[in-house]
T-cell receptor, first 116, second 113 residues
């Protein structure tokens, strides 16, 4: 049972355009969401996060949107750059008290390719 | 500020052997989580330690174990290695509180032959 889903295995965009990466979740206990960027054989790099009390969070070229009623979040990258080409993972953390902290459930990832 | 350090970066072991991986978290972080990444299963949570106590555990067999020391450094041990244990093992460091980011190390690539 995959609780966090990234339904698009890959996404290709032109440099300068917007990249939109999507993520859906099923567990209503999830209340904190994160996006990571990953290169092969390296650890994920934290990009941006959002708490369930917000519906939007921005950091430079990265914006994350959260729609709690739809159990959906998205990461927007504007403008996209060739260096953004990587695998992007969304992850979720539940609010189930202290024992839940530190456990992230990841989606399967989306390969983003930004063409010059 | 130093990041998360994992050692070794690469390991080759034989079936049936055991292995110990090490993770040094970011200074001031008290939580260390371990994840396994394989092509078929993606990133899966193994367990999390906070202040030397295992606080959370994923669905892995008992061959996978860990511990955390008083300086927050953590080790993960896998006994009786199987071919299917070949994977990238990642540790993540965080403050271990609600709504805090987790930062990952470079990972240890384990190959079981």
């Amino acid at each position: 049972d995959q609780q966090v889903k990234q339904n698009s295995p890959s996404l290709s965009v032109q440099e300068g355009r917007i990249s939109i990466l999507n993520c859906d979740y099923t567990n209503s206990m999830f209340d904190y969401f994160l996006w990571y960027k990953k290169y092969p054989a390296e650890g994920p790099t934290f990009l941006i996060s959002i708490s369930s009390i917000k519906d939007k969070n921005e950091d430079g070229r990265f914006t994350v949107f959260l729609n709690k009623s739809a159990k959906h979040l998205s990461l927007h990258i504007v403008p996209s750059q060739p260096g953004d080409s990587a695998v992007y993972f969304c992850a979720a953390s539940p609010d189930a008290g202290g024992t839940s902290y530190g456990k992230l459930t990841f989606g399967q990832g989306t390969i983003l390719t930004v063409h010059p | 500020k130093a990041g998360v350090t994992q050692t070794p970066r690469y390991l080759i072991k034989t079936r049936g052997q055991q292995v110990t991986l090490s993770c040094s978290p970011i200074s001031g972080h008290r939580s260390v989580s371990w994840y396994q990444q394989t092509p078929g299963q993606g990133l899966q949570f193994l367990f999390e330690y906070f202040s030397e106590t295992q606080r959370n555990k994923g669905n892995f067999p008992g061959r996978f174990s860990g511990r955390q020391f008083s300086n927050s450094r953590s080790e993960m041990n896998v006994s009786t290695l199987e071919l299917g244990d070949s994977a990238l093992y990642l540790c993540a460091s965080s403050r271990g509180q609600q709504d805090t980011e987790a930062f990952f190390g470079q990972g240890t690539r384990l190959t079981v032959v």
